[in-house]
């Protein structure tokens, strides 16, 4: 079965601080998203990593596939309230089923 | 403008009973789902329909019979339900998958359905 974990499972920040989130697996993925999910609404795509070792940024946030596509990290720069939410990360097997992540629960605080 | 709608949002019920959760996308896409996120807020597939077709059954329970329709919708029917059930039930829909080798195609997701079984 493949797992993908997440740590931290909670973080809480005050405004302005760097954090990393990081998505492991023993299991090889041909790529992996990120979500960000608020309460009351489902996933929203934040990113898509296909080659290993790529390094995508999206304003203040970066993604990295791990080199051999089996880890993935989240780093948010100088975060920001509206960056509070649970962030999932999902791998795609062969089937390009998403396996979703264990979550990492995001409050930044004013 | 509502791209994956899911209906209700809140559906309350007794153990035994029988319900159904509705979605639908204005999107176009082939391809639907059904996913199940536990209190741990961890997010598991259910089914996945590809044109009117059953693609992904992800050992659920028979008391669970997606139906689809059209490709534009895809329903959830529960038979017998039991506390275990209680969760959030998220629909989504995507394009066609590339070739293989490709990246997936974005989930979009509907706003989810918060099932309570007492």
């Known amino acids: 079965t493949q797992l993908l974990e997440q740590s931290p499972q909670f973080l809480s920040i005050q405004e302005g601080e760097n954090l990393t989130v990081y998505c492991n697996s023993s299991?090889?993925?041909?790529?992996l998203q990120w979500y960000r999910q608020e309460p009351g609404e489902g996933p929203v795509l934040l990113v898509t990593?296909?080659?290993?070792?790529e390094v995508k940024k999206l304003k203040r946030l970066t993604f990295q596939f791990g080199d051999a596509r089996k880890d993935s990290s989240l780093h948010i720069t100088a975060a920001q309230p509206g960056d509070t939410g649970l962030y999932l990360c999902?791998?795609?097997?062969?089937?390009?089923?998403?396996?979703f992540g264990t979550g990492t629960r995001l409050q930044v605080f004013p | 403008d509502t791209a994956v709608s899911q209906t209700p949002k809140y559906l309350v019920t007794q153990m035994g009973n029988d319900k159904s959760i509705k979605c639908e996308q204005n999107?176009?896409?082939?391809?639907m789902y059904w996913y199940k996120q536990d209190s741990k807020k961890f997010l598991k597939i259910m089914f996945s329909y590809n044109n009117k077709e059953l693609i992904i059954n992800e050992t659920v329970p028979n008391r669970f019979s997606p139906k689809s329709p059209d490709k534009a919708h895809l329903n959830l029917h529960i038979n017998s339900l039991e506390l275990g059930d209680s969760a959030v039930y998220f629909c989504?829909?995507?394009?066609?998958?590339?070739?293989?080798?490709?990246?997936?195609?974005?989930?979009?997701f509907g706003p989810g359905t918060r099932l309570t079984v007492l």
């Open positions: 299991s090889v993925f041909s790529s």
């Open positions: 999107l176009g896409h082939d391809t």
């Open positions: 989504a829909s995507s394009p066609p998958s590339p070739r293989s080798g490709g990246a997936p195609d974005t989930q979009y």
């Open positions: 999902a791998g795609a097997d062969n089937t390009d089923k998403l396996i």
């Open positions: 990593v296909v080659t290993g070792g």
